[in-house]
């Protein structure tokens, strides 16, 4: 028998449904009926009222650096102001008081309705390995309510200076100590007396290939139309890497012209590169000074159209580099809708079904068989599930309620 029945749910289709779940899957999907179901085993629970959809995805996040706001401030509000203000402030940090706050995000974002995050972990001089120690001992205290992927991200530079040498052994220590995937920022290499960009692309893919890992790296950064990161690394990919590979923020692109836009967009989708837009972050990072004052989001249209996979994420929480943030996939839905242009339903895909191939995760659909990661909310449209981003919910991980009261 089935171990739960959800009677008279909204699908994402404004449809209603009553689905039943048999262990770690959905069993059936069926119209709603009237009648009340009953029997031996099965818990009933009346979704009248709520909006039924598959659990989220948060593709991109910073959990070792969530909740940092009131610790760390960035007077300047860019991006080189949060990074020098995580730099000149590592000793108010450590291993212990980082797994605490990495913890209580992760778990505030299981809550909320994610399924699984994919976090980027500091890997510098300055830092270590503590982020990638404390995220891989998050990983394993969450691992009942919500899966995490880590990504070491190597610090800079990487090409030309003189830590170079012990930043790539640190880089390798982090593999080895357990991260998933290669992270990095060659658009950084581009600041004066530094490296290339293209260089630094080069050795982290050479890096990913020697370890058999995927690579997720932060790409163009920045809204200087100079930066132009995304091609070099989507010509690469194409001539031949073996892995996933995954180019977050991308915000340059959005600054060419729209030929070059759509030319980048076909490489990039020739190369299998999936690409995460992170609208809350680079709103207030990016753009800062410049008038008129660019939205600094990738240019998401043209890489949809090419038939890139465009996922959205939140980035960062409370922290120098964004202040607010709920850790909600609403918000970064209702952020894609409002800056993006998107309408609800190709917002709420962003932060759950691409994000999933983003990820490389097995699709989760209100569809028999699919696995049982569900997220209920009170609301009786998915556009106003986004709008109202209602407390009022319940999350199923593999069948097994994990949040909201029945």
């Known amino acids: 028998m089935p171990s739960a029945m959800l009677m008279g749910a909204i699908n994402a289709d404004g449809v209603a449904v009553d689905v039943t779940i048999e262990g770690e899957k959905i069993q059936t999907v069926r ?27 948060e593709p991109h996040a910073h959990l070792d650096k969530a909740f940092l706001a009131e610790t760390i401030e960035n007077p300047t509000g860019d991006l080189m102001g949060a990074i020098k203000a995580m730099e000149s402030n590592r000793h108010l940090l450590g291993i212990a008081e ?8 992760a778990r ?6 994610y399924s699984a995050i994919r976090t980027h972990a500091d890997t510098t001089i300055e830092n270590g390995l503590d982020s990638v120690l404390a995220l891989l001992d998050v990983k394993r205290r969450v691992t009942d309510v919500i899966d995490v992927e880590i990504v070491a991200l190597c ?36 600041w004066p007396e530094r490296g290339t960009v293209d260089a630094a692309t080069d050795w982290f893919l050479e890096t990913a290939t020697v370890y058999g890992k995927p690579v997720d790296l932060h790409t163009d950064e920045t809204t200087d139309p100079h930066v132009l990161g995304l091609e070099h690394l989507a010509r690469r990919v194409a001539e031949g890497f073996d892995h996933r590979v995954t180019a977050s923020h991308c915000v340059s692109l959005g600054q060419q012209s729209v030929a070059r836009q759509r030319d980048v967009a076909e490489l990039v989708a020739t190369a299998g590169i999936s690409v995460i837009v992170l609208p809350q972050t680079n709103l207030f990072l990016q753009g800062r000074g410049l008038n008129p004052m660019p939205r600094a989001l990738t ?40 800056a993006a242009h998107d309408l609800p339903g190709a917002a709420w895909r962003a932060v759950s079904d691409d994000a999933r191939k983003a990820l490389g995760i097995a699709p989760v659909g209100l569809v028999t068989g699919s696995q049982a990661d569900l997220l209920a909310i009170r609301a009786t449209s998915l556009r106003e599930a986004i709008a109202f981003a209602s407390p009022d919910r319940m999350v199923w991980r593999r069948g097994h309620l994990t949040h909201g009261l029945v």
């Open 299 to 338: 240019s998401i249209g043209p890489l949809r159209t090419a038939g890139v996979v465009v996922a959205a994420g939140a980035d960062n929480l409370q922290d120098p580099f964004n202040p607010v943030g709920r850790a909600c996939p609403f918000e970064t839905a209702a952020l894609m809708i409002t």
């Open 98 to 105: 980082t797994i605490e706050r990495a913890e209580r995000a």
């Open 108 to 113: 505030l974002m299981a809550r909320n309705g």
């Open 155 to 190: 610090g800079w530079p990487i090409i030309d200076g003189p830590d170079v040498a012990n930043q790539r052994a640190l880089l390798r220590d982090a593999l080895d100590a357990g991260a998933d995937l290669v992270g990095g920022c060659p658009h950084l290499e581009h």
């Open 31 to 57: 119209p709603h009926e009237s009648v009340r179901h009953d029997g031996s085993g099965v818990d009933v629970i009346d979704q009248n009222g709520y909006v039924v959809l598959p659990a989220a995805i």
